[in-house]
């Protein structure tokens, strides 16, 4: 038997990683195909836009929870799977998926430019220091790029100053960070800009008062007093039967959840002081947007 040539190894090599990311691309487009039939078939897109961002997010109820779902590969690429889920890649997903269903370009293509969209900063993917890491981050670019309107201050949120550093000063829980350490210096820079301008929180002790404002669809981040941090979690407001649910990838139960009473849930979260809540806006009236 005559020993393989360099080319023909790496032929193999690249055969073996490549085909499986196709065959994960496929599994997703197919995923993504389905809901779009629903979605349409249900005749979704005819209700108000936060009604559909909570229908869409009832799509992926049941999928496994994963945590870190953006930090398994080394190099940044707009990445989505419909296996497994954290709360922020839930939250993008539904959101994603809501938007294009409602501007009728649902495909996988459109799905990802979305979720690129949502993502990162400016909406355009650069490298690791483009993802929104921080909720905080994401929720001002996101306004900025009128995907979300941050009800917080309407709602009588009040304004707390917090330094965020939680990244920088734990590099070793984040791949990245650990594998490149000329990343931490850059991570801090963002952070002391974050940490310049106010958090605008509900307080914990101040939730039922608001409660009757929240919508079906509305985002809502939850924050924390652990220091360095900003928020610790994040879903989607489900208003049904008199009551508000929440719609999250929960890693107590390990899969993409229905909590049934919001109030008692915000109450029992570690840590927990209070929440932000932002509300879609639907891309067909709004701009800019892909």
Same mark, same amino acid.
């Given at each position: ?24 691309? $496929? ?56 296996? @497994? ?5 839930? #939250?993008?997903? @539904? ?23 949502? $993502? ?15 909720? #905080? ?15 917080? @201050? ?8 917090? $330094? ?69 979690h994040i879903g989607i407001a489900l ?33 927990? #002081? ?11 009236? #709004?701009?800019?947007?892909?």
């Amino acid at each position: 038997m005559k020993p393989l040539g360099s080319i023909a190894i790496w032929c193999i090599i690249l055969s073996l990683c490549i085909a499986p990311l196709e065959a994960v691309t $496929r599994a997703d487009s197919a995923f993504l195909a389905l809901q779009c039939e629903l979605i349409a078939k249900q005749r979704w897109t005819e209700k108000p836009f936060g009604a559909l961002v909570a229908l869409v997010a009832q799509l992926f109820l049941g999928k496994p929870y994963r945590a870190g779902t953006l930090d398994s590969l080394q190099e940044e690429t707009c990445y989505f799977t419909s296996d @497994a889920f954290d709360c922020v890649t839930l #939250t993008e997903s @539904a959101l994603a998926l809501a938007r294009i269903a409602r501007s009728g370009r649902c495909n996988y293509g459109e799905f990802m430019r979305q979720l690129e969209f949502i $993502r990162y900063r400016r909406g355009k993917l650069d490298g690791y220091l483009s993802r929104l890491h921080y909720t #905080t981050d994401w929720i001002r670019d996101n306004s900025a790029k009128h995907v979300i309107e941050d009800m917080t @201050a309407s709602m009588g949120g009040r304004s707390f100053k917090k $330094r965020i550093d939680f990244m920088s000063t734990n590099p070793a829980l984040y791949p990245q960070l650990r594998d490149s350490a000329a990343l931490v210096p850059k991570i801090a820079a963002i952070e002391r800009r974050l940490s310049r301008q106010p958090l605008r929180i509900l307080p914990l002790a101040e939730i039922n008062r608001v409660l009757a404002n929240i919508q079906s669809g509305d985002i809502i981040a939850i924050a924390t007093s652990k220091p360095g941090l900003d928020y610790a979690h994040i879903g989607i407001a489900l208003r049904s039967g008199g009551k508000i649910h929440l719609i999250h990838a929960s890693s107590k139960s390990g899969t993409v959840t229905l909590e049934q009473n919001l109030e008692e849930y915000l109450r029992s979260y570690p840590n927990a #002081t209070g929440i932000s809540v932002l509300r879609p806006l639907d891309p067909t009236s #709004t701009s800019p947007s892909r």
